[in-house]
């Protein structure tokens, strides 16, 4: 089925998921299809968050927008969409205004019987498989498409607070109180994801990435206990699922985002490709912990984009300084360590871009 799509003209990204060290590192950053782009603010002004979700060809602009403007210095697209959709097809009311919001979160697990039984996302979720074909076209093989989820624990969070939360109070009452049904109600979460994912693959997606936004906010044990074996079932059962209908398998990443504790953990007992850091940790540090048989991906502190062009070309030295030096040399790709925010002026983030292709590339000389 990938078959007929154009061919690739620029592998950096899947041959440094795969581990390998390339001649510079590939790069793209979180939420680069987002507000702090005009082009994006022009489109968005005129159709609601969810509507260009669900509308293919409106979803495949947004996605190449970043692509067309930074031509040459991106080396892949992710997909445009919300990790929230997930909670939507199992029938849950999402709002955006302006950020996401469940008007009825799942209050106890009573809650749960409210929630579809079987989701099939072929028809809840086709939309997004239709934007990945759309887009893997409108790409014409000149970088790799990335398809995307949340994470369950991250997901359930949302599902139970109901949209952003500081203290995560209510999940975490949820977890404690009812363990149990927390568990039953992470799994049927996680074989959403699972179903999902495949789908994207067969649509067209090069690479997956997991997103576990929350990660940081469980005490690592019980990172260890709600999070850590469903992110474990998801990259297994996407493999075993695809190899059963014969569909190569896409190297997967996994952004735990704070879980810097549970580095070793896991790297060693989760099945991913590359790991994704936010920018609390050094690289150098992370590959310790991680070993050399995994990718690492990041890690930039995103609100060094704010800090001007001097800031932002002195500490992406350090950052490849970092990644690339000693036992860093292997599979790394480029990022910031959290999503780009809307005050970002585009020009600063083509710095960064630049800055990135100079200072990771093998000839450049420290
Ligand atoms: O008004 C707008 O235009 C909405 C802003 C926006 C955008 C641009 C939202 C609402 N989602 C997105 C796109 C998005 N979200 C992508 C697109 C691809 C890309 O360019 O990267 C992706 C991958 C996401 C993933 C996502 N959504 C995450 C995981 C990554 C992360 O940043 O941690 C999370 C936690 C969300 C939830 C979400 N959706 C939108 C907002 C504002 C939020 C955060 C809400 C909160 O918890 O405070």
Redesign the pocket.
Known sequence: MTADFPPLKNDLLLRAARGEQTERAPVWV??????YLPE?REV?AQHE?LKICRTPSLATEI?MQPIRRYKGLLDAA???????VIPEALGMELI?N???FFPAPLDTPADIAKLRTEVDVYKELGYVFDAITMTRRELDGEVPLIG?C?APW?LFS?MIEG???KTYQKTKSWLFKWPEESKTLLKRIADICVDFLVGQVKAGAQLLQV?D??AGELAPHHFREFSLPLLKYISTTVRSKLAAEGIPTVPMTL?P?GANADLAAIAEGTGYDTISLDWCIEPSEARRLVGDNIALQGNLDPNLLYGGRDAIEREVKRMCASFRGGKASKGWIANLG??ITPGVDPEDLRWFFECVHKYSSVSYQV
């Open positions: 979180m939420r680069q299809a987002g507000r994006f968005r968050f996605t992710i997909i445009f969409s919300d990790i929230l955006m302006p950020g996401p995307f949340g991250t949302y949209g952003g939360s997103f936004s929350w952004f985002k959290h999503g």
